[in-house]
């Protein structure tokens, strides 16, 4: 356990050094591997908190907490996911509103243009 603490750890670090990993997300996972460090560290306080849920094998509780921040850690993206998806379905309305309006605007257009391509653009014609 203080392995793969220490393994979860030096990677949070490289995932926000490499900007793969934002840091409001990395505190959460480093709070999760620190957690799981101190508990396989010191093992008496392992044993006590283990005893006190009601769990009599140490290592088990360490695996108990361990799920309990990756179930955390879940919820927590599984909300942001679906703020996100609101998020873009009325963003992708909004710039279906304005395309609409746009298309009203000009009524002169040329029919023949495709969507989205300007009207006489005689570089893309050419090349």
């Known amino acids: 356990m203080i392995l793969l603490a220490v393994v979860v750890c030096g990677l949070i670090f490289e995932l926000v050094r490499r900007k793969r990993l ?37 290592p088990s509780f360490l695996f108990a907490v361990a799920f309990v921040f990756v179930l955390a850690m879940l919820i927590h993206f599984s909300t942001t996911i679906s703020r996100l998806s609101d998020q873009n379905k009325i963003l992708a309305q909004r710039v279906a509103l304005l395309e609409h309006e746009q298309q009203l605007a000009a009524p002169g257009a040329d029919e023949d243009e495709p969507s989205g391509q300007p009207a006489g653009d005689e570089l893309s014609r050419t090349s």
């Open 22 to 58: 934002m840091e409001r997300y990395a505190i959460l996972w480093l709070i999760a591997g620190v957690t799981v460090l101190v508990l396989a560290l010191w093992k008496g306080l392992a044993t006590k908190l283990s005893h006190a849920v009601g769990i009599y094998y140490p």
